[in-house]
C-alpha cells in the first residue's frame, strides 16, 4: 500500500497474542497517534526511523511487560530509560541524538550500540556484555575514555569490539594506554 505524507493520522493495532512488532517509517512521516497498546504479549519490538519523545518512549516500553528483544534503529531519542527483568536483548543503532542511558535490565544476555554519540550511562545488567561500537566519529583519547565509561569496563565484558573508521588520525595508542584506570586490562 502506498500512502503519500500525511494521509495516515491513526494507527491502532489490537491483536492481543501478537509476539513481534517493527515499526518503520520513511523520512520520519509518523502518523500522529500510534496505539499498538492492544498487544499485550509482545515480545520483540523494532523501532526503525521513528520520532518519539523520551515521554512516548517510555510510554511504549512500560505497557510491553513481557518484552524480552527491543531495537532501536536510526531514532531521534535523545535518553532512553529502561527498567525491566524480563529483556534479554536491546540494540541502539544509528541513534544521532543519543545523550544519556539508563538501564536497569539485570537478566539482558545481549546488548549492542552501534554508530551512535557515547551518551552518559547507568547501567546495570550482568550480560554476556557482547557489546559493538562502530564510530564514524572523531576517535581520540578523550573518545576512548568516555568509551570505557560508557561501556563500564568490567571484567564481565566477554566480547567487546570496536570498529573506527580509518580517517582517524588524533588517536595515540600510547598516550591511550597510560590514561587506562585498570592495569589488569590489555590495550593492543
Not at 545481549?110 to 562502530?134: D, G, H, K, W
Amino acid at each position: 500500500m502506498n500512502v503519500s505524507h500525511g494521509e495516515i493520522e491513526t494507527i491502532e493495532i489490537v491483536v492481543p497474542n501478537l509476539q513481534e512488532l517493527a515499526l518503520q517509517f520513511m523520512d520520519r512521516e509518523m502518523p500522529r497517534v500510534i496505539d499498538i497498546i492492544g498487544c499485550s504479549h509482545l515480545k520483540k519490538l523494532t523501532f526503525r526511523g521513528i520520532s518519539l519523545t523520551n515521554q512516548q518512549f517510555h510510554h511504549f516500553i512500560s505497557t510491553f511487560p513481557l518484552l524480552k528483544d527491543l531495537i532501536l534503529e536510526d531514532c531521534d531519542l535523545e535518553s532512553i530509560t529502561i527498567s525491566s527483568n524480563q529483556l534479554k536483548k536491546f540494540q541502539v543503532i544509528s541513534c544521532d541524538n543519543m545523550k544519556a542511558l539508563d538501564l536497569d535490565t539485570p537478566n539482558l544476555l545481549s546488548f549492542t550500540y552501534m554508530n551512535s554519540p557515547i551518551p552518559t550511562s547507568r547501567i546495570n545488567a550482568l550480560c554476556s556484555r557482547q557489546v559493538e561500537f562502530l564510530s564514524y566519529f572523531t576517535c581520540d583519547t578523550q573518545w576512548c575514555l568516555k568509551l570505557m565509561e560508557f561501556l563500564g569496563i568490567s571484567y564481565q565484558i566477554e566480547d567487546l569490539r570496536i570498529d573506527v573508521m580509518p580517517t582517524v588520525s588524533s588517536f595515540k595508542l600510547e598516550e591511550f594506554r597510560k590514561s587506562f584506570p585498570s592495569p589488569s586490562c590489555n590495550v593492543v
